[in-house]
C-alpha cells in the first residue's frame, strides 16, 4: 500500500468530523467553478464539469451549493473568483518528497500558509523543479468493484490508453497519461461501467519506505495541510509497507 496513494491516506483516518467534511465540500465547490469557468456550464459538453459535479454529490455536497458554484464559473452569476492553480515543493518528516497543489484566489496567502504549516511540522520548503522531477503525471480513474472482474475492467479501456488498473479491495484504479482521461472515460461508459472519478493525480517516481513513527508524523502534516483552505492535494513518495499501515490502524 503505498502513501502517496489516496488509498492508505484515506484507510487510515476513515472517520471524517464535520470541519473535515467543509473542507471536503469548499474544495468540491472550487473545483467546480473552475471546471464551468475552463470548459463552460453545461455539464452535458463539459466531463469535467459534469465528472466535478458528481464527485460533490457523492459527497453530500447541497445541490444548491452545486448549482450556484457553476453559475459562478460559467458566468451566469456574479462573484466568481479568479482561482490559480499553484504547485508548492517541499519535504516533509525524514526527508519524504512532497508536492502540494493549491487553488487560491490570493497567492501570497497560500504560499505563507503552507510554508508556515510545512516549517512547524519537521517539513521544509524547497525550490521549484526539485521535488517535482521524481513525479509524473498521471490521470487516474476510480471505479467500485461490484463484483466485475479485473480483467473485463482492463479490456474496456487497455483500447483507451489506460496502461494498468490496480486492484485497491472495495475499489479498482485504472492508471492512464492525462490526455487519455477522456477517453478512457468514454470507453468505460460505452461498456457501461460506472465509475467514481476521473481526475489528474502526481505519482512518484520512486518511494520511499517509511515506518510507523514517520508515517505518523506526514499523515500529521498532511492533515494540516489539508486544514489550509487553498490547499487541494497533497502528493508525497512515502511507501507503507502492510504491516506499518496495520501497526497505525491499531
Not at 466568481?80 to 497543489?101: H, Q, R
Not at 487553488?103 to 517535482?132: F, P, W, Y
Not at 485497491?168 to 460506472?194: Q, Y
Request: proline fraction near 4%; include cysteine; charged fraction near 30%.
Amino acid at each position: 500500500m503505498s502513501g502517496h496513494s489516496k488509498w492508505a491516506t484515506t484507510k487510515h483516518k476513515k472517520a471524517a468530523n464535520d470541519a473535515k467534511r467543509s473542507k471536503e465540500w469548499a474544495k468540491a465547490i472550487k473545483n467546480i467553478e473552475v471546471a464551468a469557468r475552463t470548459g463552460g456550464g453545461d455539464p452535458a459538453g463539459n466531463p469535467t464539469l459534469d465528472d466535478m459535479i458528481k464527485k460533490a454529490k457523492k459527497a453530500s455536497v447541497p445541490n444548491d451549493n452545486i448549482e450556484r458554484a457553476r453559475k459562478r464559473g460559467a458566468g451566469e452569476e456574479a462573484g466568481g473568483s479568479d482561482w490559480e492553480t499553484l504547485m508548492y515543493e517541499g519535504y516533509g518528516p525524514n526527508g519524504v518528497a512532497m508536492l502540494i497543489e493549491c487553488l487560491t484566489d490570493n497567492r501570497n496567502r497560500a504560499a505563507t500558509e503552507v510554508r508556515t504549516a510545512v516549517n512547524k511540522n519537521g517539513g521544509n520548503m524547497a525550490d521549484a523543479g526539485s521535488v517535482s522531477y521524481m513525479f509524473n503525471r498521471k490521470g487516474v480513474v476510480v471505479l467500485d468493484k461490484n463484483g466485475q472482474e479485473e480483467d473485463k475492467i482492463l479490456m474496456a479501456v487497455l483500447d483507451a490508453g489506460a496502461e494498468e488498473v490496480k486492484d485497491h479491495g472495495e475499489k479498482f484504479e485504472i492508471v492512464c497519461e492525462p490526455g487519455d482521461m477522456g477517453a478512457v472515460r468514454n470507453a468505460l461508459k460505452a461498456a457501461d461501467i460506472d465509475y467514481d472519478s476521473v481526475e489528474p493525480d502526481f505519482r512518484p517516481t520512486m518511494e520511499v519506505p517509511v515506518d510507523a513513527p514517520t508515517a505518523q508524523k506526514v499523515f500529521n502534516l498532511i492533515d494540516i495541510l489539508e486544514d489550509v483552505d487553498d490547499v487541494q492535494n497533497v502528493y508525497t513518495n512515502m511507501d507503507i509497507p502492510a504491516d506499518v499501515l496495520e501497526e497505525l490502524e491499531a
